[in-house]
């Protein structure tokens, strides 16, 4: 991948409006100008790349390590008079939630945002963005907001999907006809909620810490942005804790269900084996090889014998018909 296809965008802001799209090497310039702050958006940018970027905006080496790996827990960190922000986003592909990384460096006039792996584009975000100047104009604190509103916003329909899946699989658990074990589909499920979780309960702190420090980034009128995020993560969380808790009950039932059909199918050759029993009984007597058995030399012997047979297997049928157990 050559820096054309890593540099999603690069662009200069002034007093809430496009400036301009400008390169790599322009930022140095543009930032002298006053009013101005730079917004610059990489995908899977490479060790030349970050190294420039590093370079244009004096980033700590540590926290380009970090963004350079993409191996990060959601998470704030503050170097010196830059913040580093680590989001942890999420796409639903071929029916599995996938997660990437989000990696932001916020400078007073400056922001830039490093993806990888599942991630949407932020194009979006970026039009929102330049169709609201008089929000723009705060500068890279609006930016941060809109990112992460938009990470956040993206776990939504992410949870909705999973409580549809849970919603089908309920319903089929207690189908009457139903024969199938749903446990490795609702484990898989309760694996997905803690996934997303663990993603978002970072973000809390996040956005306690926006909502306290870093006035020197976050401005005053902003900060009350930040804390309708935290309200969005606290309802995620609460949804997501809900849904987990009533899968683990799902599967407990399930776990039940299986063990009270195997009782069912013992049941039944119990009862069927029961049955059996009474000729088997019966024709082991007259097979032993005795010289005088009652009834050998009377003519209605055998078909009384069957017949009482027949007898004692219907009327054992009946009983075990009445107990559920056939």
């Not at 499920?189 to 663990?198: N, T």
């Not at 020197?216 to 987990?244: A, P, S, W």
């Not at 199918?265 to 000729?279: K, R």
Request: proline share 3%; glycine share 6%.
């Amino acid at each position: 991948m050559n820096n054309a296809n890593m540099v999603v965008n690069c662009t200069a802001y002034k007093s809430g409006k496009k400036l301009r799209d400008i390169t790599i090497e322009e930022i140095s310039d543009v930032l002298q100008e006053e009013n101005t702050f730079v917004w610059v958006g990489l995908l899977e940018p490479s060790v030349e790349l970050m190294r420039q970027i590093k370079e244009e905006f004096n980033l700590h080496e540590l926290a380009v390590e970090d963004a350079y790996a993409a191996h990060q827990r959601p998470k704030i960190e503050e170097y010196g008079d830059t913040l580093f922000v680590v989001l942890q986003t999420a796409q639903v592909v071929d029916a599995e939630v996938q997660f990437g990384e989000t990696h932001i460096f916020v400078g007073a006039r400056f922001v830039v945002s490093v993806r990888h792996g599942a991630s949407k584009s932020y194009a979006k975000v970026r039009e929102h963005c330049e169709m609201l100047p008089e929000r723009l104009v705060r500068g890279p604190s609006y930016v941060l907001y809109s990112i992460m509103d938009f990470v956040v916003d993206n776990y939504g329909p992410i949870m909705n999907d999973l409580e549809e899946r849970f919603d089908k699989y309920e319903s089929e658990l207690f189908e009457r006809d139903s024969e199938r074990a749903h446990l490795q589909d609702l484990y898989q499920l309760k694996r997905q909620l803690i996934k997303i979780r663990s993603a978002a309960m970072p973000l809390l702190d996040v956005c306690t810490q926006l909502l306290r420090f870093h006035e020197n980034i976050i401005t005053k009128e902003g900060k009350i942005y930040f804390r309708d995020i935290y309200d969005h993560v606290v309802r995620l969380i609460e949804t997501g804790d809900r849904l987990r808790e009533m899968v683990a009950a799902a599967m407990q039932i399930d776990l039940a269900q299986v063990t009270i059909r195997q009782n069912e199918v013992v049941q039944t050759l119990a009862g069927w084996g029961a049955i059996l029993a009474i000729p088997t009984m019966i024709f082991s007597l007259y097979g032993m090889n005795f010289a005088h058995m009652p009834g050998l030399d009377w003519r209605w012997s055998f078909p009384l014998v069957l017949g009482g047979i027949v007898t004692g297997c219907s009327l054992l049928w009946r009983r075990l018909r009445r107990a559920g157990w056939l």
